[in-house]
């Protein structure tokens, strides 16, 4: 790409829909370009200021609810002292065509003609591992396999917050996500990841987070390496141990638990319900008390009544996790508050 083209400004032109010419679809951003490059550049810059003015003033409204005015600030300090690890979630992915999880496992469901009553009941229980065991016992393991990779593979375009990632955070970032999206965006807006880790934890993971090192942890898996993946009930009992007891001395919940003790994170695009990481949490707060645990953040759409609100509040502060909740359904909300990290020199 040209370096005086803008490719999210080419991207809000193509979501209108190809340019007709004479029957002839035309991409409308390169027949800008091609055709006036001046006038390109003036429309581009104009739509700039729009989107900054839209981020400014929603960001603005986002940061007068409760306390999240502080809690934006006191992540804002913590960055600038390279104290934040962002943990990204399947819905920063969304935006790019990845299906959530939940999306994915039903896709898998429906592939079949039989209903899997079964694997049904689980998913609509939020029981995903299970769910996904159930699925691909019934699949069987090739189909499994195939599917999941066929559905994972559909993350192909840059969209939304996730490309800005790169450009806030130059040390260690974390995701549960399978697809490629994250390498993608690092090496398309900001300086490549150093090293991608997804098959084992390095030996010297504590000094290289230390040493600010840019690289990326996938503790789940890659999306092209299946024997990577951790989707199934059986596969995170054994990366994590047991659901209610996870064994902080197994590689991967020990470097989560550690740099839950040693740095703020920055949750993204997940909903931190109870899963598994969630789980490593209570059980760092269990054995080491929360006093010794930094605060950590989430950006997270608020419930839709107060009593839920409550709840959720209460619960992930126990985890000392300060979510700054924006509201329910808009999620653009969360490149606004990406935004205001971007800007906050």
């Not at 991608?196 to 942890?217: E, G, K, R």
């Not at 996870?246 to 550690?258: I, T, V």
């Not at 490593?280 to 707060?285: L, T």
């Amino acid at each position: 790409m040209n370096d005086s083209r803008d490719d999210e400004f080419d991207e809000s032109l193509r979501l209108e829909g190809p340019l007709v010419v004479a029957d002839v679809e035309l991409d409308p951003a390169d027949a800008l370009w091609s055709l006036d490059e001046e006038s390109y550049k003036a429309k581009a810059l104009d739509w700039q200021d729009e989107r900054r003015a839209a981020h400014e003033q929603r960001l603005a409204e986002i940061l007068q609810f409760k306390a999240n005015g502080e809690r934006y600030s006191a992540l804002m300090k913590a960055i600038e002292e390279s104290q934040v690890v962002p943990f990204v979630g399947a819905g920063l992915s969304a935006p790019c065509g990845a299906a959530t999880w939940g999306e994915l496992m039903q896709q898998l469901i429906d592939h079949l003609n039989t209903p899997l009553e079964s694997a049904s009941a689980l998913l609509s229980e939020g029981r995903f591992e299970e769910a996904a065991e159930a699925i691909a016992t019934a699949l069987g393991e090739p189909l499994f396999l195939e599917r999941v990779q066929a559905n994972i593979g559909l993350a192909r375009h840059l969209r939304g917050a996730v490309r800005h990632l790169p450009t806030i955070f130059d040390g260690l970032t974390i995701t549960t996500n399978l697809d490629r999206i994250l390498e993608k965006s690092d090496t398309a807006f900001g300086s490549p990841y150093a090293d991608i880790f997804y098959q084992a934890i390095p030996d010297a993971f504590q000094d290289l987070v230390s040493q600010n090192h840019h690289m990326l942890l996938k503790l789940h898996g890659d999306e092209l390496i299946a024997e990577t993946w951790v989707l199934r009930s059986s596969q995170y009992d054994e990366r994590y141990g047991p659901m209610e007891a996870p064994d902080l001395e197994r590689p991967w919940p020990s470097a989560l638990a550690w740099v839950y003790r040693v740095k703020s994170v920055l949750f993204i695009g997940c909903s931190l319900s109870v899963d598994r990481t969630v789980r490593v949490f209570e059980a760092v707060i269990a054995k080491h008390g929360a006093v010794t645990v930094p605060s950590h953040y989430a950006f997270l759409p608020r419930p839709l009544d107060d009593v839920t609100w409550d709840e959720r509040e209460l619960l992930l502060a126990e985890h000392r996790i300060y979510p700054i909740w924006y509201p329910h359904g808009d999620h653009e909300c969360v490149e606004s508050l990406i935004f205001g990290l971007m800007e906050r020199d």
